[in-house]
């Protein structure tokens, strides 16, 4: 299977590419609608028998799961005066200690992390992302016949198709 993605600017669109893509038994496909947040889309959500992929509310649930974290950077003595050299105690040098660095990782995932998680091939995420971060609603149709699924998601009202 092959896949095309359908960039929508309205949600009748998405709702009409799903009833071509229903009506056209020739080619086997599977079809999800992947946007930014529900809100956005009233129709989509009270009208789809498609599964909808919300990146909003998975990227929501993504950082619940992954805290952001304090982990050591580096640890590295030191001497007051006149420096440290490599094994010494510091009792030539005046008063040493630790110098500690810490760093914050920053494991908040972001849309593109979606993306690649929910299963959007490499190649398609950026714009993707790009489309999402706009608005627009993505029809995601895995199928036999690319080319057939493109046409059907452009007679839609698909701005773009990604192939």
């Avoid at 799961?65 to 420096?83: R, Y």
């Avoid at 908040?108 to 993306?115: F, N, Q, R």
């Avoid at 959007?120 to 057939?148: H, M, R, S, W």
Wanted: negative net charge; proline residues 4%.
């Amino acid at each position: 299977m092959t896949t095309a993605i359908g960039v929508f600017d309205k949600e009748e669109g998405v709702l009409e590419a799903i009833k071509r893509f229903q009506a056209a038994r020739t080619n086997r496909h599977n079809l999800r609608i992947v946007l930014k947040n529900k809100e956005s889309a009233p129709l989509l959500v009270s009208d789809s028998s498609i599964p909808i992929e919300e990146v909003y509310e998975i990227r929501e649930a993504q950082e619940v799961n992954q805290a952001g974290t304090i982990t050591p950077l580096s640890a590295a003595p030191f001497a007051a005066g006149s420096g440290y050299t490599a094994g010494s105690t510091g009792i030539n040098g005046g008063p040493t200690g630790i110098a500690a660095g810490t760093v914050k990782l920053d494991n908040e995932p972001d849309t593109k992390d979606v993306l690649h998680d929910i299963g959007i091939e490499d190649k398609f995420i950026e714009p993707c992302k790009e489309a999402i971060d706009q608005g627009y609603y993505l029809l995601v149709a895995d199928t036999d016949n690319e080319a057939a699924a493109g046409a059907l998601l452009l007679q839609s009202g698909a701005y773009k198709v990604l192939y």
